[in-house]
């Protein structure tokens, strides 16, 4: 068998003037970064990613091919890539050589002989206004599976599995897409819910509100109709707007800081020290630029997903804003779906709570294990717990007699995860009685 041909390519970020390094696949077929000796010499630099540090050594195969391997998204633009190059799924370079000018974020993977593609956005100039009719083909074409036009092709692609397309939102309130040749970022990503669970977008969009409610800094989503279609419009925390101007602000997910494949973004995936897990997680939010606060944070999200049903907190639904002067701040928690009440997830934990993977099974040691796993000092874990645990079972009981009807099994949910972490943590605090919460056989939630 042919031996792969060597291939180089250049990694920017939409503010870098010069490349801030080079990918580069191998004669063998392994995968390498070395960052550009400009980019390091820059005051201002910062790391592409934790799991990437600003070094002179090149990055070996595993990290890099992890990392590179995180901006591919499985949609039907990669399937397209494939099947029209004759490229493996494997062969990242060769599809990034191909799709890397549509990267998610501020980076872009492009070819030695072509100039960088991602540049700041000026509202005022940038932009072609969609009109109503448009945007409803769009979600339309969305809808029913059918490809988008080629003047219409998304600009800017979102991971994830659901049916998304990436806008820019104008201060006149209309939607629009970038103007060909511009580069210009997106402001809001349009998401459609499973065909399987309709009612997805209100309960994101929901849940999402509900969290801001209790203090958590979240991006912002609204649940809305577009023609026949229940949509979701999530603003995007990755940009920054100021005055009529739009940048990218660089993001990696928690998968990526820990150097680890999509693959393996549920602790269950993996194995002991190639996992998401406690300890990984530790790691990662030990690298911010406020330990103690992130650790807390999130703590506190944890809780929140725990008593809401969210146990689709993988590694890629978790993010880190990196930024220049090397600032590692924890991203604005994000994808915050009620999983549980669809009645077609798993209830295993995305990862352990101590030797807990299901919720039912945790226990205040659990707790208390988990909390020292991310960094929180032992001394204190059982006070930061109670107080933590104790405040959003307050604010949530509060909300929760405002709960609209269709939300009667997100508060029947909550009686039921409230009263084990009242009873396991010993906290004494007043639930009102509620119908019960039931699961069928095998571990499978019933809306």
Known sequence: MAQPLMLILQVWL?????????????????????????????????????SLPLSEEAFGDVPVRAWFGNLLHENDQLEATMARYGIERSDIAGLLEHLGADCPGAVSVLGLDRPPVKRPGTLSEDYDPLDEGTLRDIVERLATGKLLPDEMRDPSPVAGVRRK??????????????????????????????????????????????AARCGF?????????????????INRFDRLIDSDKVYRLHVEDFAQASGLPSDLKYERRGEAGRRFDAPKIGAILAATDQPALARNTFLKMTLFNLLLGNNDN???????????????????????????????????????????????????????AFTAAIGIPASGALALLKAAAGELIDQIEELSESFPREMAALDRLFGHTAAHINDILGLERALRERDAHVTKGGGWSLS
């Not at 070395?34 to 010499?41: D, I």
């Not at 639904?317 to 604005?332: E, F, K, T, Y």
């Not at 798993?346 to 709570?353: G, P, Q, R």
């Open 314 to 368: 993988h590694a890629k639904n978790n993010g880190l804003i990196l930024a220049h002067g090397g600032s590692v701040q924890l991203a604005p928690f994000y994808d915050l779906t009620p999983v549980l009440m669809g009645g077609d997830y798993t209830d295993e934990l995305a990862f352990n709570v101590g030797a807990a993977s299901h919720f039912d099974a945790i226990t205040a040691e659990d707790l208390i």
């Open 14 to 50: 939409e503010a870098s003037p010069e490349p801030v390094g080079y990918f580069v696949k191998g004669d063998d077929g392994d995968l390498s970064f070395t960052y550009n000796a400009q980019w390091l010499a820059d005051p201002s630099c910062h790391a592409l990613s934790l």
């Open 165 to 210: 397309i990436s806008l820019a939102a104008l201060p006149d309130g209309r939607f629009a897409l970038p103007k060909n040749g511009t580069g210009a970022p997106t402001t809001h990503i349009l998401k459609l819910p499973d065909r399987q669970n309709l009612k997805e977008a209100r309960d994101e969009a929901f849940l999402t509100d509900l």
């Open 217 to 233: 800094e979240v991006g912002t989503c609204i649940a809305d109709e577009i023609g026949e279609h229940d949509v979701l419009l």
